[in-house]
């Protein structure tokens, strides 16, 4: 169930304009047939049931692909029709070589949050780390905040102590992923304030702090997880129906 204050996932969550996604339906759709407007723009409902799409933004962005002449537009019976012309399969190969490679990267993560957040879907073996072009487009993409507070709390329920370099070894190791070491420990600074989480510093020199789980903490776990689980969901389905287009024909 979707929580108070949580945001819808949009297209535009996965790294393109609501224009770029159109254009790359567009093309997709009919590289398989010609077909006219309306039943262009029921098809994209179906799929895309989540967001209202405007009809007369999808024409208009018809009208930009034949001006380009990615499109063709003829008419039969009295109906307009779009085809493919052969510049437009250029563009979706274009599309492919500059979006499939990062998302495909990113939803090897995202999928190995998801199983381990629900126990359900693939589970992706770690062969590699995340590139580190694509860290920064991940870090947009979702709220790391809400994922490394949910390992951070699955973890510290079945230890007596643990510190954020553990953590940052675990979201390596079963997720292929890794935050920068500062965002962890003042990610954790924020948990001691916020009472989920109580630590120490072990010895004088006062270089590692060893964290504990508190009663607070394992109160809002679940709501911590669920709300991770939303928003990995939603994501992970963008992925899949953006992927279906750039790997059809492949």
Known sequence: MQKSGEQTVTIESVGMSQR?????????????????????????????????????YLCKICNRLVESCHLELYTNKGRNYYKITEKGKE????????FKERLTEVKLVIDRFMFDLTGSGSHPLVTHDLPDEYRSYFSKLIS???????????????????????????LKAHFGWIASNGYLYDLAHEMEETGLLI???????????????????????????????????????????????LEEGT
């Open 144 to 170: 790391v905040k809400d994922l490394v507070r949910y390992i951070t709390l699955e973890t510290a329920q079945s230890r007596t102590k643990l510190y954020m370099g553990e953590v940052a070894d675990i």
């Open 91 to 98: 563009l979706f190969t274009w599309y492919k070589s500059n």
């Open 20 to 56: 770029e996604f159109l254009t790359l339906y567009l093309l997709h759709t009919l590289r398989k047939k010609a077909n006219y407007p309306r039943a262009i723009h029921q098809g994209l409902k179906n799929q895309f049931s989540g967001k209202v799409h405007s009809y007369d």
């Open 199 to 245: 630590g120490r510093w072990e010895g004088e020199k006062r270089t590692k702090r060893f964290l504990r789980i508190t009663d607070e903490g394992r109160y809002h776990y679940k709501q911590i997880a669920d709300s991770a689980a939303y928003r990995v969901r939603e994501i992970q389905k963008y992925l899949h129906d953006v992927l279906s287009f």
